[in-house]
């Protein structure tokens, strides 16, 4: 009996970049990715704080310590977010083609 061969075909790899929420902080605070990748922040503040677009798509509501928000980013664009608990905690993500 005649088995064909069997061939792997590589997916397409999932992007992805981490954020740190910390020392009252987005780390790092700018990050530029291509369209389609998911961005995770994490809280390693002992504070609660949120990952919120100044304008756009995203809000996280509160994070308290060791919990995460994930977001993927469909659309091209710069995309500006805070901690509204902590406003002048201030964070950018570019999002490429």
């Excluded at 902080?25 to 389609?36: H, L, M, R």
């Excluded at 704080?49 to 980013?73: D, E, K």
């Excluded at 710069?78 to 406003?87: A, E, F, G, M, S």
Aim: charged share 15%; proline share 8%; aromatic share 10%.
């Amino acid at each position: 009996m005649h088995m064909p061969k069997a061939t792997a075909q590589p997916g397409k790899a999932v992007a992805a970049k981490t954020v740190a929420i910390k020392n009252f902080a987005f780390a790092p605070a700018a990050v530029k990715v291509p369209v389609g990748t998911t961005v995770t922040w994490t809280n390693t503040d002992e504070e609660p704080h949120t990952v919120s677009a100044t304008s756009g798509p995203f809000r996280s509501g509160t994070l308290m310590t060791g919990a995460t928000y994930r977001y993927t980013f469909t659309k091209p664009g710069k995309y500006r977010y805070l901690c509204t608990i902590h406003p002048f905690m201030l964070g950018t993500v570019v999002v490429t083609q």
